[in-house]
């Protein structure tokens, strides 16, 4: 790889973007082509699919040769808002299937490193905690409080940021109410539509661990299909 290339890849990492070099494996020439750009590419369409997979690989188009795609992308983040018992069986299985993860609740009582031994939640105001780690398209945010002073100010950020999934708990009638305050923080219709609540799949999920099943498996749903229709 050359110079260049290679800054143009650590800048991607840094940035938390995406990107796939694609290397002809005939003549040795590679680019580096970042998500944003990849429908102008020659093969938009499977840069497109392992954008959403995550998978490199060999690929042989008929009478263009071979060229293998390695596949760069950030690792996942899952946010959660609240310290609350979703969260709680919620935090290990999403780090089992790879997210990074992050807990905010500003109530002491509940963002304990006694509740939370392997997550060390934070427990200060979201406003706060996001300053220090921005919300982005790879990111994923489940608001879990109940609590509009807690929920909505990092509902609105998730949806200005572009993340992936945006969550939020809550029954139909609360999420109206939640939908009318995000307005009148001037949250578009385009973006409140992008909320999923009553968050989760619907598998008729009761307790706080099936919930958290439900929630998880919604989040890894949306980050394979980022860029296609809901």
Not at 41 to 60: C, H, I, Q, V, W
């Amino acid at each position: 790889m050359d110079r260049s290339t290679l800054e143009r890849l650590n800048a991607v990492r840094r940035d938390r973007k995406a990107a796939i070099l694609v290397t002809d494996l005939a003549s040795g020439a590679e680019r580096l082509v970042a998500e944003e750009s990849a429908m102008s590419d020659p093969l938009a369409l499977e840069l497109s699919a392992r954008f959403r997979s995550g998978r490199s690989g060999l690929l042989a188009e008929p009478g263009q040769g071979e060229v293998f795609l390695t596949v760069h992308l950030p690792p996942p983040r899952l946010v959660m808002i609240g310290a609350v018992h979703i969260s709680q069986a919620l935090a290990p299985m999403a780090r089992i299937a790879g997210f990074d993860i992050t807990i905010i609740d500003p109530r002491t009582a509940f963002a304990t490193e006694e509740r939370f031994p392997d997550a060390r939640p934070l427990a200060e105001w979201p406003q706060d905690a996001l300053e220090t780690a921005p919300l982005d398209g790879f990111t994923a945010l489940a608001a879990l409080t109940h609590d509009p002073k807690i929920d909505d100010m990092p509902l609105a950020a998730a949806l200005a940021a572009g993340c992936f999934y945006v969550g939020a708990l809550g029954s139909r009638k609360t999420h109206a109410k939640r939908v009318d305050r995000l307005r009148g923080m001037g949250v578009s219709e385009e973006d409140v539509a992008r909320i999923r609540a009553p968050i989760g799949l619907a598998i008729g999920a009761q307790s706080p661990a099936e919930i958290a099943v439900s929630i998880l498996a919604e989040t890894i749903s949306a980050l394979r299909q980022r860029g296609t229709a809901a």
